[in-house]
């Protein structure tokens, strides 16, 4: 089956810095790549999805400011968090569709734990 | 808006035990129904599906009935192995408030499958 791997798969960072998580679909192209939060104990929260070469759609509540994501090839995706603050620490997860349709089946990446000092 | 309700685990059997994950819905209009799997350090993995109402998705042994009446899509496994030790999602897809369809998840049941 297709897969999508994360980088890094662990990071602590210094609240105030920057973390950038990449998302790539190692054997297939990803038109349409998502980007999922995830607490201890609670269901994915969908935080945006991104088109190749065009602008993230992100869901009410999630400020685009704060969560940067580029979509600039068919294989990568990444996540940028910026100014990053102990509440941001949470498990990332990304997901990547082949083609446009709707009914085509997502595939996930393992996720990414953010530890924010 | 669409929500997904799953049993809280975490959920210990012996190994060849019957498994049952409940799990329910809120949506509009006609979702499609999914459980993935997660096991550890991996990422989820869609395990079956069923797209309509009455569907039985069924895949390693598991199956699902789309019940749209009781609004329920629960999990079954006649005998669970140590090896389907994961943790189960229980997911929609259906249209979002932005108009586009989206999946929802369930917060996840922990299943450990003892030797």
């Known amino acids: 089956g297709a897969v999508v791997s994360q980088h890094p798969s662990r990071v602590i960072c210094k609240s105030g810095t920057s973390v950038k998580i990449e998302c790539r679909s190692l054997?297939?192209?990803?038109?349409?790549m998502f980007w999922y939060r995830q607490f201890p104990k609670q269901s994915l929260m969908l935080m945006a999805t991104?088109?190749?070469?065009?602008?993230?759609?992100?869901e009410q509540g999630v400020e685009k400011d704060k969560f940067l994501i580029n979509h600039a090839s068919l294989t990568l995706s990444t996540l940028t968090v910026t100014s990053a603050h102990p509440e941001d620490s949470s498990f990332y997860i990304c997901?990547?569709?082949?083609?446009?349709?709707?009914?085509?089946?997502?595939?996930f990446g393992p996720g990414t734990r953010l530890t924010v000092l | 808006g669409n929500s997904v309700t799953q049993m809280e685990g975490p959920v210990t059997l012996s190994e060849e035990a019957f498994l049952t994950i409940n799990c329910t819905y809120t949506a509009t209009g006609y979702p499609s129904l999914f459980w993935y799997v997660q096991y550890p350090g991996e990422g989820l993995q869609l395990l079956l599906k069923?797209?309509?109402?009455?569907d039985k998705g069924s895949n390693k042994g598991f199956e699902a009935t789309y019940r749209k009446e009781t609004t329920s899509f629960h999990l079954e496994k006649g005998s669970v192995q140590v090896s389907d030790s994961a943790v189960y999602f229980c997911?929609?897809?259906?249209?979002?408030?932005?108009?586009?369809?989206?999946?929802?998840f369930g917060k996840g049941t922990k299943l450990s499958v003892i030797p």
């Open positions: 997911a929609l897809r259906g249209i979002s408030g932005a108009g586009s369809y989206q999946l929802t």
């Open positions: 069923a797209t309509k109402a009455d």
């Open positions: 997901s990547a569709r082949e083609v446009p349709s709707d009914y085509n089946e997502q595939f």
């Open positions: 054997d297939f192209q990803a038109t349409t």
């Open positions: 991104s088109n190749e070469g065009s602008k993230a759609t992100y």
